[in-house]
């Protein structure tokens, strides 16, 4: 059974942190990418932070050094742990793999990802992220 299950999501101020989790089952061919992917109201889905199969993290610029991807294998668990968040972080938050991914690509997800291209096959129900001012 292939799935992934987000949690975490919430209300929090301007200028707070909260952690994502998502539970992955996967089965893969070779390498994969996942990460987190979020989709702001009224605006398109978009690449937030992504790691590869050898634990390589990528970063969308408006994230970078605010939030971290990380990942418990033992666990089978992603975490994005998100911190001096602002309003324009508000979304619904996904988790998503691309489970054939050779290692390199993944930063094609954090930067380029618009909603369309790539080939991410798995993807969770999402979690919402509410950040008030």
């Known amino acids: 059974q292939v799935h992934l299950m987000e949690s975490g999501g919430d209300s929090v101020q301007s200028g707070g942190s909260l952690e994502l989790s998502c539970v992955a089952s996967?089965?893969?061919?070779?390498?994969?990418?996942i990460g987190w992917f979020r989709q702001p109201p009224g605006k398109e889905r978009e690449g937030v932070a992504v790691i590869d199969i050898n634990g390589t993290p990528s970063y969308a610029d408006s994230v970078k050094g605010r939030f971290t991807i990380s990942r418990d294998n033992a666990k089978n668990t992603l975490y994005l742990q998100m911190n001096a968040l602002t309003p324009e972080d508000t979304a619904m938050y996904y988790c998503?793999?691309?489970?054939?991914?050779?290692?390199?690509?993944?930063?094609?997800?954090?930067?380029?990802?618009?909603?369309?291209?790539?080939?991410?096959?798995?993807w969770g129900r999402g979690t919402l992220v509410t950040v008030c001012a």
């Open positions: 996967l089965t893969t061919r070779g390498g994969y990418c």
């Open positions: 998503a793999a691309d489970t054939a991914a050779p290692p390199g690509t993944c930063a094609w997800y954090s930067n380029q990802y618009n909603g369309t291209g790539g080939a991410l096959d798995v």
